[in-house]
Structure formats: C-alpha cells, structure tokens
C-alpha cells in the first residue's frame, strides 16, 4: 500500500484531509529526510496500520535504514516521554517537576542522524499525542539550530494531516462495525 492507495480509502466527507495529505506528500519545503522521516514518526504515534503501513511504502524510497529507524525511535521515545511531561506539567503537584524522570532517553543525545531531524520528529509526535512541554522543548531546540518557523509548521501540518487520516480511517472501521452490530 501506499500513500495513493490511502487516499482512496479517504471517503468523501474527509475531502480536505485528502487534499492536505495529496498536498504535503509531495510538498518540498522540507527536505526529503525531514519530510519523509515526519511522515513515518507521525504514521507510528497514530498506530493505525493501514497509515503506517503506506507512509513506510512511500517514505522507504527516501530514508536510508539509519534514519528509517531513527524516526521509528522518536517515534517510540515520544510515546514514553509524551506521557509522562504532559502528567508533569499538568499536575497540580509540581514537585514532579523538580525530580529526575529516571526514565532511559539516551538515543534524545545520540539519535543516529542529525539531531535536528530527531527534534523535528520527536515535535511532530509530540503535537499528536498533545504535550505542550515537549513541544515547547523541541521547538526551542528547533530555533536553536536555525529551523524557520515555517519549516516547524510543515512538520505539524504533516502530523495533523496523518492523525486525522488515521482518525478518519479508525471512524469509518467502527461504522461498518456498528452498522453490522445493526443488521
């Protein structure tokens, strides 16, 4: 399967979220690293396999194995760290934030590829599983490395575009689930 393949499984309701994801699959603002490896983190944090697997098919004509499995590590780190800085942040005691995570995110120094690649990753992750404490970290990291505003925006809009294409896909599942319930 592939992104094309997706698309056509995108019914007609969803028709901006199909125009947005045929419009950034071949947007080229980032370049094909940054671009291919926020397509695969974002695929993994929505965990639908259908959009996981046509981002793979698409994305490993782009990425050499190293970052493949780079953007599957940020992937796989944000859905830990995502978790527990957001209850950080958001809770009332905020002695939590004063103490060491004890937490292993030793690929966060040594990622395997540039490291602003990995922050870009790790913030498109970070937006859909909705942790402003990452986001604000990893955006900072970002503009540190000279990463422009807009370069950061694609990455979100590609996120927000695969969660809702996953959404989308996971609602229609469970209508044909309910339909048939009906029968």
């Known amino acids: 399967m592939s992104i094309d393949n997706l ?10 979220i199909k ?4 419009s950034l699959a071949g947007d080229e603002t980032l370049d094909p690293q940054k671009h291919w490896g926020t397509f695969v983190a974002s695929a993994l ?4 396999s259908e959009v996981i697997e046509a981002v793979m098919a698409d994305a490993r004509a782009h990425l050499s194995e190293q970052a493949l499995e780079s953007a599957k590590t940020a992937a796989a780190l944000m859905a830990m760290n995502n978790i527990y800085y957001r209850y950080v942040h ?3 005691n905020k002695e939590y934030g004063t103490m060491p995570a004890k937490l292993r995110m030793n690929a966060l120094a ?3 590829v540039e490291k602003v690649d990995f922050e870009l990753w790790s913030l498109a992750v970070s937006a859909i599983n909705g942790c402003g404490m990452c ?17 950061i925006q694609t990455a979100v809009r590609i ?19 309910e339909i048939a319930q009906a029968a």
Do not use: C, F, W
């Open 135 to 151: 986001i604000d970290a990893h955006e900072a990291e970002l503009k540190k490395a000279g990463m422009s505003a807009g370069d």
């Open 110 to 112: 040594n990622p395997g």
């Open 45 to 48: 944090a929505t965990r639908n």
């Open 90 to 92: 958001l809770a009332s």
């Open 19 to 22: 125009l947005n994801l045929s």
């Open 159 to 177: 996120a927000s575009t695969v969660h809702a294409v996953a959404a989308v896909l996971d609602g229609e599942k469970a209508l044909v689930g």
């Open 7 to 16: 698309k056509s499984q995108i019914p007609a309701y969803a028709k901006d």
